[in-house]
């Protein structure tokens, strides 16, 4: 069986960074979950902050540099994409948006997303659900059911009655992940930017 | 091999001055650049055509029938004329007229426009952009072709036995060219028509226009104009050169850093590596043009970009100087060495106008 591939974007800006390591804890679940269903994936993790000038710069002139060019290959080709940002002021990273504007915005159509979101306090897990999941939902991409939001406190806290713990709802998103990235023939299609659509005519009809 | 300038015509200020030109003073140093492209031994000078400030060239055919009265021999052209928001019926006209005006000095590229409110001014919609540009283009291939047309189509008021006026100058139409930076409807469109097209190439990596150039070739050959290596294919270019690497890049690096378009974004030595913009000596500039036609194959047209950005007339004409006489004839030396036989030189009227006789005289016989 072919190896699937898995595009990670952590927007975190630190370092060390919270953000970069739920995104770690997120693709390290997703891959273990995969080889249990005996399925080979590798795994490509793309930090936003080492391309912030790129990705200002394709904002300036349209065009990605040949490093940002890679970065946006690797993620819209990729057979599951596990995307995680801090909360900044009630929603996602401004890198992390200005990232997806510079992707075209078909490229991630049918694409299996779990999303991820990091914050100081738990009062902002929401923010996956009325910012994350509405703009992949935009992008026609698959974003599976459980969402991982990680506050401070629960990276030294056990399992909550109605949510389980962090690692509970990790593994929950990652097996949800599994499942589709497994079936998933994105990485070996062959993608033509020329295919005309089909009803298009050179001349009118 | 055809070289050339085109300019977008913007008043720019000038950021080491402060200054900014008035309309009256721009209009007047296009005037000016202009003459000075044949003065300097250049084969065409194109003017863009823009509805919105900081851009002046609104009215095309004008200016272009002013440097037709001040010039003997460049070829006019246009980058672009925008095929969706204008009447194809006063494209017919205008351009037909100029053909006249020019003694046939005249082609014209054709172009969508990317500035959104432009459309709706004009009573159109950004988003009919491509059936705009297919439709208008259909009418003017007839309108210059057929002598009484009837015509009923989505976007402009039917016509019945419409006849437009002038006819093109001996019954030849101007060479038309496509320009496009992304839609390969556009190629395709170029392609059906056995038009040019045209890469503006200048603000994107040649890596994407190498392979929307190669699709415009094959279709070429599958619509049955020829090969693939005898499209007509154009390109931007964009170049900044003093005797002295070192000075150029010292001189231009004000300009280039608050530029429109790519101001404040990439830094001047990025933005040379990834894209055709060279700042340097004249021989830099020699040695990376001469080397596209390894990424495009041989091709017809290059037009350089130089007035751009608050440039000083006076600069921009010192420009001009090192293009045509240390940079093009170079070019044309180099460039015309192991240039296939097979390989057409860009269509003019002198051109066209045999290649209809001979097909007349062939269709007598």
């Known amino acids: 069986m072919t190896t699937r591939k898995i595009a990670v974007v952590s927007a975190g800006l630190s370092r060390p960074s919270s953000t970069r390591l739920l995104a770690d804890h997120l693709a390290e679940a997703t891959v273990a979950r995969l080889a249990e269903q005996g399925v080979d994936a590798e795994v490509h993790t793309v930090e936003l902050r080492d391309h912030a000038h790129d990705i200002t710069n394709n904002l300036l002139t349209g065009f990605p540099s040949p490093a940002l060019a890679d970065v946006i290959e690797t993620v819209t080709t990729a057979d599951g994409l596990i995307a995680v940002t801090p909360v900044f002021t009630t929603s996602y990273s401004g890198l992390f948006k200005s990232f997806i504007d510079v992707i075209d915005p078909k490229a991630l159509t049918d694409q299996p997303v779990l999303i991820g979101a990091t914050g100081g306090t738990e009062r902002h897990s929401l923010a996956l659900d009325y910012a994350m999941r509405p703009l992949f939902s935009y992008l026609h991409a698959v974003v599976v059911p459980t969402s991982v939001y990680a506050a401070s406190s629960d990276w030294g806290s056990g399992a909550d009655a109605a949510s389980g713990s962090l690692a509970d709802r990790v593994g929950r998103a990652a097996g949800e992940l599994a499942s589709l990235v497994k079936d998933s023939e994105r990485s070996g299609l062959v993608r033509d930017p020329f295919a005309l659509d089909p009803s298009f005519s050179p001349v009118p009809r | ?365």
């Open chain 2, 1 to 365: 091999m055809q070289f050339g300038i085109f300019t977008v015509g913007d008043v720019t200020p000038d950021p080491t001055t402060g200054r900014t030109p008035t309309e009256y003073e721009r209009i007047k140093a296009i005037l000016t650049i202009a003459q000075k492209a044949e003065e300097v031994g250049l084969d065409v000078f194109a003017l863009g055509e823009h509805h919105n400030p900081p851009f002046v060239p609104s009215s095309p055919t004008t200016m272009l029938g002013y440097v037709a009265a001040k010039t003997e021999r460049i070829v006019l052209s246009t980058s672009t004329t925008l095929i969706t928001t204008n009447d194809p019926v006063k494209i017919a006209e205008d351009f037909a007229m100029l053909q006249h005006v020019a003694d046939g000095r005249v082609d014209v590229m054709m172009g969508r426009g990317n500035t959104g409110p432009v459309y709706p001014w004009f009573g159109k919609d950004i988003r009919q952009g491509i059936p705009l540009a297919i439709e208008n283009y259909a009418l003017l291939h007839r309108l210059w072709r057929e002598d009484f047309v009837d015509w009923e189509g989505q976007f402009r008021t039917p016509l019945q036995g419409f006849q437009s006026t002038p006819r093109p100058l001996d019954g030849v139409p101007p060479f038309v060219w496509h320009g496009s930076i992304r839609s390969p409807e556009i190629a395709e469109q170029a392609a059906y028509y056995g038009d040019g097209f045209f890469a503006n190439n200048i603000f994107w990596p040649k890596e994407h226009f190498q392979k929307l150039i190669g699709f415009y070739r094959q279709r070429f050959e599958h619509y049955g104009h020829g090969s693939a290596d005898q499209a007509i294919v154009g390109l931007g270019g964009q170049v900044f050169m003093r005797k002295n690497s070192q000075d150029a890049i010292d001189e231009f690096r004000p300009y280039f850093d608050v530029a429109p378009v790519y101001g404040h974004g990439p830094s001047l030595e990025d933005f040379t590596a990834q894209t055709p913009l060279t700042v340097g000596s004249p021989q830099e500039v020699i040695d990376r043009y001469a080397a596209m036609r390894d990424h495009f194959g041989d091709y017809q047209r290059q037009l350089f970009l130089m007035d751009h950005a608050g440039l000083p007339l006076k600069t921009v004409l010192e420009q001009l100087d090192l293009l045509g006489e240390e940079v093009v004839p170079v070019l044309r030396k180099e460039l015309a060495v192991n240039r296939p036989a097979h390989v057409p030189d860009a269509p003019t009227h002198a051109s066209l106008k045999a290649a209809a006789a001979t097909e007349t005289t062939s269709v007598a016989s």
